[in-house]
């Protein structure tokens, strides 16, 4: 601010002036927002284009998704259905299984931690909660080579458990977000059930967790869509017997035979449940977005 | 802090209470102390032996600083690096350009504001591999219908993924269209600027630029910063839309036996952590793997200390 010049009193325009450039001033401010708006709306329809034209290539016939044209001569909705057969449902089943497990496993075993993490006072609490954020941040390629030799050696490499059994043993990022909301809470709460006798996993569960609710929604959100968009450990792991829609629909264009309507058709139906419960859930969404940014 | 802890015992019984209450902290820490262990300790130390040997999971010998020294004359390696860095240098600061201008754009919008919100956010919801798979459909110079109507206009795009040189342009364009994150934290930041800042301003005569100079930025850059770090350590890992780009531009899928080999068209998209994927687990060379998943440990732990000395909030013991 102290770069720029501070006018002086009697520099200020007189309120004379004002009311004649008002006119000028208004005709500006709508050329202003006509700008804004148009750019804005430009932007938008850019980001929803290729969207729009997954659509209209996924219902065109076979034949016309080959060529360049953009609106479907018939609309074959049917296609949806031929893309989602055979392999496409084992993929479906294999990602919704590695989700929704690992989501449980998280959350059982991310709660107590990240309870601990906020609410006890022991030595070495910053240093753990660095060290979460230190694994938060750690790429899983450099931890990749020896636990896929341990997990060889049990004889689970081809199948998704070397991925959802980790998460029993809590999950660094959703630690991280849970710890952010729970120091937020009002100990008074948790104070008073323990006055009246409640121990502390009865505190816990009864009394901060429910409280907690946004929080773990958020968490289990994102640990959710986490895995359903994994394409990393699945490549690595699982044998295409235990492929998840990622890596399915990776190699699917090149299955079909360049057949663009399936491709599209199949690649759409793996965004489907990630924007239903985005329309549905945007509050925790952004709410969580924002826990786990820093402020000021 | 203070109104947070568990309440002290009383005098006398400190010792037991004490160690009553290490034992809880113990046990509600316990799966995450163990998972440390066999998911972070013992790996990180199994990679420094493994760096040392010459491993393919079946024979196992010991080569002392083969490996290491073999890096050095691993052209594949530096051409992964060299386009890792690529990515950091352009795509990073665009994105985190790309971000602030539309978060700016909404600033200025009162009416529909939270659906345009939605819009800009929304291709960042799309899986990646999903994402990827649309981008490279709707860039393909074929059937492709953006180039479709850039011929229309008399304009032709460039052939993004099958051209060496528009590949990485091509992802960089990619990760403009997803930056929802981005967007969502620095409106969120934007938004938190008092009021009455601009008010003040805009009574001492400062222009729109001014205003952007001397309040805007400087009460954002926080957030500015810490999305940067936090890009290039992402960046860093960038595989996933790297990979799925080259397969699909390329037609071809992995089957068992011949898996597809990262990096089309000509390296030009391959990353590091393609490379060490590529070693570790379709060539594997185990021990070379782990060498070059040392050296990305290495940089990640850089930025990481960086993130944490920049950003002492972040790792507050206070609430926020």
Known sequence: MTATATPAAGTRPAPRRVHRRSRATRTRRTLYWIAVHSLAIALAVMFL??????????????????????????????????????????????????????????????????????????????????????????????????????????HLTGTLWPLMLPNLFGDAFSIFLLRQFLVSIPAEYADAARVDGCGELRTMLRVVLPMARPAIAAVALFQFFYCWNDYFGPLV?????????????????????????????????????????FFLAQRVFVQGVTLTGVKG | MTALTAPRAAAGTGTRARRRNRLRVLAFLSPWLVGLGLFFGYPLAATVYFSFTRYDLFTLKYVGFDNYRFLLHDSDAWRAMRNTLWLVAVMVPLRLLFGLGIALLLTQIKRGGSVLRSVFYLPYLIPPVSATVAFVFVTNPGTGPFPAIARHLGVTLPDFFNDP????????????????????????????????????????????????????????????????????????????????????????????????????????????????????????????????????????????????????????????
Not at chain 1, 251 to 272: D, G, K, P, Q, Y
């Open chain 1, 49 to 154: 284009a290729p969207l729009v034209f997954m659509l209209l290539t996924a219902v065109m016939t076979d034949r016309q998704a080959l060529t360049s044209s953009f609106w479907p001569h018939s609309w074959h909705w049917g296609n949806f259905h031929r893309a989602f057969t055979g392999d496409m449902v084992r993929w479906t089943l294999n990602s919704v299984m590695y989700s929704v497990l690992s989501t449980a496993f998280v959350l059982a075993s991310s709660i107590p931690v990240a309870y601990a993490l906020a609410r006890f006072r022991f030595r070495g609490r910053s240093a753990a909660l660095v060290i979460v954020i230190a694994t938060m941040m750690l790429p899983p390629q450099v931890t990749m080579v020896p636990l896929y030799i341990v997990w060889s050696r049990f």
């Open chain 1, 237 to 277: 792991y699982a044998n295409p017997n235990h492929w998840t829609l990622a890596v399915g629909v990776a190699s699917f264009r090149a299955a079909h035979h360049v057949e663009w309507n399936l491709t599209m058709a199949a690649t759409l139906l793996t965004i489907l449940p990630v924007l239903i419960v």
């Open chain 2, 165 to 320: 040189s528009w590949s990485r342009p091509g992802l960089t364009l990619m990760g403009l269209w997803a930056v929802g994150d981005l967007m969502i934290l620095l409106l969120a930041a934007l938004l938190d600027v008092p009021k009455s800042l601009y008010e003040a301003a805009v009574l001492d005569g400062a222009n729109a630029w001014q205003r952007f100079r001397y309040i805007t930025l400087p009460s954002i850059s926080p957030v500015l910063a810490f999305c940067a770090v936090t890009g290039v350590i992402q960046t860093l890992q960038y595989f996933t839309q790297a990979l799925v780009a080259a397969k699909v531009a390329a037609g071809q899928a992995d089957t068992p036996g011949t898996q597809f080999a990262p990096g089309y068209p000509d390296g030009s998209t391959l990353t590091f952590p393609q490379w060490l994927y590529d070693e570790g687990f379709r060539q594997f060379n185990m021990g070379y793997a782990c060498v070059l998943a040392l050296l990305m440990f290495a940089v990640g732990m850089l930025f990481t200390t960086f993130l944490l000395r920049r950003f002492r909030a972040f790792a507050s013991e206070e609430a926020r």
